[in-house]
């Protein structure tokens, strides 16, 4: 499993290629002359609140975002999984965003948006009451994140960026869907 | 896109294909191998068998050469050095030589295997070591022939002739055979298709030593072939055989007919079969959009019905009705021919099993006849696959605990040689695999102290056998007194039960002392889309797999009893203990408090010998489902097998049949 990805370097922009493609002599020269126009590499993040903070996620992890569709319970499973829901055939479950940050609960209303995620196979949907936008911020800008959650939930958080007078924090997705300890500790 | 997740996990489709390819071949040694040791040991033919084994070897260095694969291409180059050496002639065929092409073909499975993981293969450098030497020490220096010039041969075939037909053709002359070239004509067009037909017919009563295209064919649209056949048949026979055939046949005396090189037309450029192979995860996805397809066709249906009862029968909606009903049965076809190019023959598996068998009855000093049945029997190639453990562990278990040494035997006055039968067929759309021996059968009554030492059943209570019997899957039970590294460390009988119930299927054990075993494993032919019966507990809809209800049933509470605290019902005869779905579930109960409901509907369902039954507000009819994972995230959540939707986007929790009987028998 995954569990810390490198904040240096390596970090992907948007639209990146299928893990398997071989790198061509020209990939490399066409990678070699972006670097050189941009320096800076800009990470796309889309925004949104969950209680009184805001928090974003990486645009390159997210599927879709999709209105508040009925979700269908799921018996016996940890309080911030909400249940499943069918998107086009594939079972998705739904994460109270809130609840999974040690902020409360969120009180669904049928308003709420579902951010469609994904890592590697896994796809779920994280509940947030509303987006906020898309931002770009360049990557060297993103420092530690403060204590904006319970401090056992730091693992969800990768860095902090300031943006317009705002301190937005941005969430590790895969932490968010990785409940392997949870599920250890119910048995 | 996805991504990698634990890196390096993902093969290159490259490596893929090669262990596709390479598992076909692996098959077809190990089945050669096992013919190899049949012959061997009656006396039969043998040389058609290494030339197979020499020829995949050869295929298989070949293809890991172009892939890199330096360990697994070494030890294909030294068999194929090893099984050269022996068509030839240069190196007897005996045990030893049938030793290491056994240990070569396991140390390529192996290898196989850890590539088909990510893993780095083993250079196994000192069986390599020891295939050379052995290769080298035996090899017979080979005489130079005056047979072959004695022959009436021309000396232009005689050159022509590869080391290995000259081989051949000296071995059959040492055998005393007749010699004959037979000068046939083809047609161009199929010549192939004919020669090897006719090839196959010499090679019913000989050996066709050499086939050589001929250029004296006059007709452009025919091709002729001159073969050097060897047959122990005699000369009047020989002419008896032949009379009125087109074809010249001369016998080969001390003289000179003629002959010519082994073109190879078999290897030509054609392929062999018409087959094509596919990675599975491409006909996972054709039946996940089958599945999809079918939940659409189901909804259409329905819009088609609810547009006839508000509109009545107006010519659109007769039309309508019959497009749906044209969509129904071609749906119906597509979903039937994909799932059967999903089916494989479970003889592939047997084959495997044929050799552990052998061995570990060699290692025990048992004497075990396997017979194998219905190896056509179809499966899904995932069932299959998940069949492999259970499959073997249960054989073992037959070899290890079941089968009774020689000595026993005769005493029990059975014939000494035990019988270990392995058959499979269909049942309805089950397939049944039972495995069958005649050995000592499982001593209820031991089973059932074990249990009772372990807490497992109650002390002298009157406990059936089936239920007895049923102690035997628990994890960790074991009745064998000491532990063989073959099986009774007590781990394996969960396993097999937990497989099979992944794939939602029975097991069934029967066993008399003293006259064997039968273990049965009933599983649904395919996986994917399957029939469920969907029933409301509260407000929500579950499904039920259809293939673990045994029947359903409406009662009043009043019918419900209470057994140390436990709700069950008396079902001829047979206490049934109940499940309400909502108290496990925690669903709040939307209707009215409990005790209000008078009628109750159970759904009485089974998993091997264990019944349950399962208390739900309404039944709400059968549907086709396609279940789907609920990933990762909640993979662990008890009684939930997956989900499934029927095209309104509502997801459908599918119970998990045996978790929920598992729960059950748990908390009793």
């Known amino acids: ?187 | 896109m996805s991504r990698n997740k634990d890196g390096g996990m993902t093969l290159p489709s490259s490596i893929k294909n090669f262990l596709a390819e390479l598992e076909d071949l692996l098959e077809k040694l190990n089945r050669d191998l096992l013919d190899l040791e049949d012959n061997l040991s009656s006396g039969k033919e043998t040389h058609y068998i290494i030339n197979n084994l020499f020829r995949n070897c050869h295929t298989m260095k070949g293809l890991a050469g172009m892939l890199s694969l330096k360990e697994i291409g070494a030890l294909a180059h030294a068999l194929e050095d090893l099984l050269d050496a022996v068509r030839l002639g240069k190196i007897d065929l005996g045990q030893e030589v049938l030793e290491i092409l056994t240990r070569g073909y396991e140390h390529l499975g192996r290898n196989a295997k850890v590539i088909s993981i990510g893993g780095k293969a083993s250079a196994h450098k000192a069986f390599l070591r020891k295939i050379e030497e052995f290769t080298a020490a035996s090899i017979k220096e080979t005489s130079p022939d005056d047979l072959l010039s004695k022959l009436d041969l021309d000396d232009e075939i005689i050159r022509t002739l590869t080391e290995y037909e000259e081989h051949r053709l000296i071995e059959n002359l040492n055998n005393k055979r007749n010699l004959y070239i037979i000068s046939k004509e083809f047609t161009f067009e199929h010549f192939d298709d004919e020669l090897n037909g006719y090839l196959s017919r010499l090679k019913s009563d000989g050996e066709v030593i050499s086939t050589l295209p001929s250029p004296s064919a006059e007709d452009h649209s025919k091709i002729r072939f001159d073969l050097l056949w060897a047959t122990s048949s005699g000369h009047k026979k020989v002419a008896e055989s032949f009379l009125g055939e087109e074809a010249e046949i001369t016998a080969v005396q001390q003289k000179s007919p003629q002959e010519k090189d082994k073109s190879s037309f078999s290897s030509s450029l054609r392929s062999f079969s018409d087959t094509v192979r596919v990675d599975i995860k491409r006909l996972d996805n054709l039946l996940n959009i089958v599945g999809e397809l079918v939940i659409y066709k189901t909804k259409l249906g329905e819009i088609s019905r609810e547009i006839i009862t508000r509109h009545g029968m107006d010519k659109t909606s007769l039309g309508l009705n019959k497009t749906v009903k044209a969509l129904e049965r071609n749906l119906d076809l597509l979903q039937r021919g994909v799932i059967e190019t999903r089916m494989v023959p479970i003889g592939q598996m047997f084959g495997k099993l044929h050799r552990i068998v052998r061995q570990l009855s060699r290692r025990l000093g048992k004497k075990i006849d396997f017979t194998v049945s219905g190896e056509e029997t179809e499966l899904d190639k995932l069932v299959i696959e998940e069949m492999a453990d259970p499959l073997l562990h249960l054989i073992r278990n037959a070899i290890d605990h079941g089968i009774e040494t020689p000595q026993k035997r005769r005493k029990a006055k059975k014939p000494s040689r035990g019988t270990i039968g392995l058959s499979a067929f269909q049942k309805g759309h089950h397939i049944v695999i039972e495995i069958e021996d005649d050995g000592a059968g499982i001593d209820i009554n031991r089973v059932r102290k074990i249990a009772e030492q372990k807490g497992l059943l109650g002390k002298g209570m009157d406990h059936e056998d089936k239920q007895v019997l049923s102690m035997l899957f628990l994890p960790g039970f074991s009745t064998s007194s000491t532990i063989s590294d073959i099986s009774g460390r007590g781990i394996g009988m969960d396993v097999v039960k937990n497989n099979v119930s992944r794939l939602r299927g029975m097991i069934d054990i029967e066993t008399e002392p003293g006259r064997g075993t039968r273990t049965s494993i009933t599983l649904p032919m395919t996986l994917a889309i399957i029939q469920a019966l969907m029933v409301k507990v509260s407000d929500s809809m579950f499904a039920v797999p259809i293939n673990s209800v045994l029947e359903s049933l409406k009662i009043t509470s009043g019918q419900v009893q209470k057994v140390e605290d436990k709700e069950v019902i008396k079902l001829r005869d047979r206490v049934l203990p109940l499940l309400r779905i909502d108290d496990f579930f925690n669903l709040e109960s939307s209707q009215n408090g409990s005790p209000g409901k008078d009628d109750l509907y159970i759904v009485v369902v089974g998993l091997a010998e264990k019944r349950l039954g399962l208390v739900v507000d309404s039944l709400r009819g059968q549907r086709e489902i396609v279940i789907k994972s609920l990933g990762n995230l909640l993979k662990s959540v008890k009684g939930i097998a997956g989900a499934t939707d029927l095209g309104d986007r509502r997801a459908i929790l599918v119970l998990d049949v045996n978790g929920l009987i598992q729960e059950v028998t748990h908390s009793i």
């Open chain 1, 1 to 187: 499993m995954n569990k810390k990805r490198s904040k240096k370097g390596g970090r992907k922009t948007a639209k990146e290629a299928p893990p398997e493609v071989q790198v061509t002599l020209e990939d490399l020269l066409e990678t070699e002359e972006e670097e050189e126009v941009q320096q800076q590499t800009l990470i796309e993040l889309l925004t949104f609140t969950v209680g009184e903070e805001k928090f974003a996620l990486e645009v390159s992890e997210i599927k879709e975002i999709i209105k508040h569709i009925p979700f269908t319970p799921v018996p016996r499973c940890p309080d911030f999984l909400l249940g499943v829901i069918s998107l086009r055939g594939e079972i998705i479950p739904i994460i109270d965003l809130r609840s999974r940050l040690g902020l409360g609960k969120t009180t669904v209303e049928g308003e709420e948006v579902i951010i469609v995620v994904h890592h590697g196979e896994e796809s779920a949907g994280h509940l947030v009451k509303n987006i906020s936008g898309i931002i770009k911020v360049e990557e060297n800008a993103v420092e530690l994140a403060p204590e904006v959650v319970p401090p056992e939930k730091a693992e969800f958080l990768l860095g902090v960026v300031r943006h317009q007078e705002n301190l937005i924090t941005i969430l590790n997705n895969s932490r968010l869907l990785d409940v392997s300890e949870i599920i250890k500790n119910a048995d």
